[in-house]
């Protein structure tokens, strides 16, 4: 299933959009970046390694010879990259759930985008403009981004006791392992194989 | 909202018997004109959903599995309409399940191994004697009718707690029986912590939708239904597990890591599920079971995860916080309004009362049924990303303790404080204490759905 | 600068695929092909170009017509679309792509108008920038750490959780000791190699079933 490699899922859609309002698009983007509270959901969601939005103008298309056609497109397009773990129909419900204004806000301009809810055609919408990818790599395919980030906070914390308990004695280490311990407890989940579709 | 119809529901999806004994009868159906046959018969004896002026000493309720459904002269495009997890059944789903190693259709017993059952009767009574004259009716008609042959049946009652009375609990000890989900139109006194969490951090029910076919659910729209939209309303899934428990290797486990883990055995037990053995849910009783609490409904599933997310009180990946996670993924709940099961159940087979010898191998577990109204959305992802993986509550690969497949070891991680009694605890090498022994998916339908079909009168558009 | 987030950089890439009727195999046909063969785990070219985290490669057909009244129009050329997740700067990446993934390339861009070859480095690089569109919004969630660092990472990961694991209830003089070696092994552990090695079994080799929505979701 070439979407999918290890735990994650590339998903790939491209939609069209009248040329004026795509400067609305880029204003909304510009927000997004500027102010965190806005990110927060889409952080907190945590399921998402990478995602990126790119905005194809209808003259965008790239021409790198002569032998080449040119494009004639009456329509700009914004392609969507994502990078998520999770199977394809638990990561759009999630967004519909708690993010559908978000959403909304950013495939609105897009032509026949229906609304983010109710889901169902919500979902159509994407098989419909959705490409299947002809190959996905990840470097780390038995680990969702959740597994990364909690790995890179149990490394911090056996350096930190590395350091300190170097010269500990064996009471005084026996505490500070248990401190350890406490700091890391959330983190210590397996990185494996996941679920089917995942 | 509107108001539910209780006469055209089953009284099965609406509300959890409380008879201690039960049959589960599967059946083959011939053919379609004397299944359906049978069928106008038996729709005299099925149990709605109305409220009981005196309570009846037994009831009956049916379901059909997809074969039974093109068995019964279903029309094809009718069929086409139902939802692909259905249509294909439990076994086939098993990959998704990691109905696997262990648990695999080729390890299942040998009547659910065979397979082709076509329909389910649940028959529950007050006692031994009045089980066997409900099921001497359903025999007579079967006889009668010709429309059916019993394939084999399955008994389940409630365990006895060692002075001849009948208890709550289950094979490992736990009493069971909390935090089925509230809704709409449910029409039982509801229980603070049933439903989902409004904005303000009240319990509210969830919508009938979740539960019922051709009502709006949590995501306003109405649940994927097979046409035409009278046989599907009222109507909903059913799934039917017979889940063996390991017993003997269960209790060896406890008392193997009972006697190193500092809080002590029984606290250990809490710790696997998130409630002590007498129910009391760790959340609200951290430190002691409390049967004021456990007797209190208005208490004893009201609680949230939002002020424990170190898990110290519950641990993250416990039982229950997995299979109702509540507010622990933020977002005050959202994520798992869509995701919530309910469930019905009994034990099947001897208990062994504590101190007893006891042997994995004797047939004893419980009969696990879980009414939603997308298999797809709610059993199976509960069962695929909360209970056999991890990802969702930070914890990894991890799968549950109880339910979950641990062919190759796997860890229980138990978060704990500064306190003795509460030090972080890993369990490791973790065993299958519970093992699949068969089971299917069915579509129970309303009171009008179950006519149509005994008439032959479904059209689809 | 858009195309950056944290330390890491989006790559977005459209090369448009040579159309040529008389060929034998479409070149967009050909680069499938290509790429339905390539090894996805470690033996992935994208595994040495070890500072990828994770990128994909697309043949894309043509736009979608999404119904009326929505206009239909066509792309006169398919394109081969390249998105990449990287640490580091366009130009390194890049330089290693030609020098270090060169079959690779040659055999998926050679389908590709005006590409260049990757004798010439400079030529390559100039190729691809002509070929790049800028990120007009990058997400990513863990924007401060390197491949190398997150994959040494997890395996620390594992073996920490392994180490609490066995060294639960030991005397304090047993585990300072336990802990003094299991430190040392971690300090001088081996290179951990991206992607992962095929072994049977594993989820990334599982065959597409072919019974009606086998898989989940």
Same mark, same amino acid.
């Given at each position: 299933m070439t979407n999918i490699n290890g735990k994650t899922y590339a998903m790939t859609a491209i939609t069209p959009m009248k040329s004026w309002k795509t400067p609305i698009l880029r204003v909304f983007f510009f927000l997004l970046g500027r102010i965190k509270p806005l990110q927060a959901k889409l952080v907190n969601l945590s399921f998402i390694h990478f995602a990126r939005w790119v905005v194809v103008k209808r003259r965008g298309f790239p021409r790198v010879s002569d032998a080449q056609p040119e494009e004639n497109l009456h329509y700009d397009y914004l392609l969507f990259f994502s990078n998520f773990n999770g199977t394809w129909n638990q990561y759009i419900d999630a967004f519909a759930d708690v993010l559908a204004d978000g959403l909304d806000l950013v495939w609105r301009w897009s032509e026949k985008f229906p609304r983010s809810r109710p889901v169902s055609a919500f979902k159509r919408y994407i098989a419909l403009v959705q490409f299947d990818t002809d190959y996905y790599y990840t470097a780390y395919p038995r680990a969702t981004t959740n597994d990364v980030k909690a790995a890179h906070r149990v490394c911090a914390a056996l350096e930190d006791l590395g350091k300190s308990g170097r010269d500990m004695s064996p009471a005084d280490f026996n505490r500070?392992?248990?401190?350890?311990?406490?700091r890391v407890q959330k983190d210590l989940g397996a990185t494996g194989v996941g679920p089917i579709g995942t | 909202m509107a108001k539910l119809n209780a006469? &055209?529901?089953? +009284?099965?999806?609406?509300?959890?018997?409380?008879?201690?004994v039960a049959r589960f009868v599967f059946l083959e159906i011939v053919d379609a004109p004397s299944g359906q046959a049978l069928l106008r018969r038996v729709l005299d004896q099925v149990t709605t959903a109305e409220r009981w002026d005196v309570k009846p000493d037994s009831t009956l309720n049916i379901a059909f599995t997809y074969q039974g459904l093109v068995r019964l002269g279903l029309p094809d495009a009718t069929l086409l309409s139902f939802p692909v997890e259905f249509v294909q059944g439990m076994k086939a789903r098993a990959e998704v399940l990691?109905?696997? +190693?262990?648990?695999?259709?080729?390890?299942?017993e040998p009547a659910w191994r065979t397979g082709g059952v076509h329909a389910w009767v649940g028959i529950y009574a007050e006692s031994p004697e009045v089980l066997q004259r409900r099921c001497k009716i359903l025999d007579d008609l079967l006889a009668e009718t010709g429309g059916a042959q019993v394939l084999h049946t399955q008994d389940a009652s409630l365990l006895s707690d060692g002075g001849g009375k009948y208890c709550a609990k289950?094979?490992? +000890?736990?009493? &069971?029986?909390f935090g089925n989900p509230d809704f709409d139109g449910a029409d039982r006194k509801s229980q603070p912590g049933q439903g989902k969490l409004t904005a303000d951090g009240q319990w509210a029910p969830l919508a009938t939708g979740e539960f019922l076919l051709g009502y709006a659910d949590e995501a306003g729209e109405l649940p994927v239904a097979p046409v035409p939209h009278l046989l599907a309303k009222n109507g909903t899934f059913m799934v039917y597990r017979k889940l063996h428990q390991n017993v003997a290797t269960f209790r060896e486990y406890l008392d193997e890591h009972g006697s190193k883990y500092a809080g002590g055995k029984e606290k250990l037990a809490a710790k696997f599920v998130g409630r002590w053995p007498d129910g009391t849910p760790l959340e609200l009783s951290p430190e002691r079971p409390d049967p004021s609490l456990v007797?209190?409904?208005?208490?004893?599933?009201?609680?949230?995860?939002?002020?424990?997310?170190?898990?110290t009180r519950c641990p993250i990946g416990s039982h229950i916080r997995r299979a109702h996670p509540r507010d622990a993924f933020g977002f005050n709940g959202q994520l798992v309004n869509r995701r919530r099961i309910m469930r019905r159940g009994l034990p099947y087979g001897r208990y062994a009362q504590p101190g007893e010898p006891v042997t994995d191998a004797e047939e004893h577990g419980v009969i696990f049924m879980v009414l939603n109204a997308s298999i797809f959305r709610q059993f199976e992802f509960v069962q695929q990303q909360w209970i056999q993986y991890g990802n969702d509550s930070h914890q990894g690969t991890d799968? &549950?303790?109880?339910?979950?497949? @641990?062919? @190759?070891?796997?860890?229980?991680?138990?978060?704990g404080d500064t306190d003795p009694a509460n030090p972080p605890y890993m369990c490791t090498g973790l065993r299958n204490f519970v093992e699949l022994r068969g089971g299917e998916y069915f579509f129970m339908p309303s009171l009008t759905a179950l006519a149509l079909i005994a008439t032959d009168a479904v059209d689809p558009r | 600068m858009a195309n950056q987030n944290g330390s890491i950089y989006?790559?977005?890439?459209?090369?448009?695929?040579?159309?040529?009727?008389?060929?034998?195999?479409?070149?967009?046909?050909?680069?499938?092909?290509?790429?339905?063969?390539?090894?996805r785990d470690s033996r992935s070219p994208f595994a040495v170009l070890s500072s990828t985290h994770l990128a994909r490669l697309v043949v894309m057909d043509d736009v979608i017509f999404v119904g009326t009244p929505a206009k239909e129009e066509h792309l006169q050329s398919k394109y081969l679309v390249f998105e990449s997740n990287l640490d580091g700067d366009l130009d390194t990446y890049l330089t290693r792509m030609a020098t270090e993934t060169r079959d690779m390339v040659d055999a998926v861009w050679g389908h590709c108008y005006g590409y260049p070859g990757t004798q010439n480095v400079q030529a390559f690089i100039a190729y691809m920038k002509k070929c790049q569109i800028d990120t007009t919004f990058f997400f990513a969630d863990v924007n401060n750490q390197t491949v190398r660092s997150t994959l040494r990472a997890l395996k620390v990961q594992a073996s920490v959780a392994e180490f609490i694991g066995s060294h639960q209830g030991k005397l304090p003089e047993q585990l300072l000791a336990g802990f003094r070696a299991f430190y040392g092994n971690v300090e001088n552990m081996a290179e951990p190699v991206p992607g992962h090695p095929q072994e049977p079994g594993t989820h990334e080799s599982i065959p597409l079933q072919k019974t009606m929505a086998a898989r989940h979701g």
């Open positions: 500070a392992y248990l401190q350890f311990v406490i | 006469a &055209d529901i089953q +009284g099965f999806a609406m509300r959890g018997y409380t008879f201690p990691e109905d696997t +190693g262990v648990s695999a259709p080729e390890k299942w289950e094979h490992f +000890g736990y009493t &069971d029986g007797n209190d409904p208005a208490r004893n599933t009201k609680f949230t995860y939002g002020s424990d997310p170190e898990g799968r &549950d303790l109880l339910l979950g497949k @641990h062919d @190759h070891g796997g860890r229980f991680m138990i978060q | 989006g790559l977005t890439i459209l090369s448009p695929i040579i159309d040529d009727p008389k060929a034998d195999i479409s070149h967009d046909c050909a680069i499938r092909e290509y790429l339905a063969c390539l090894p």
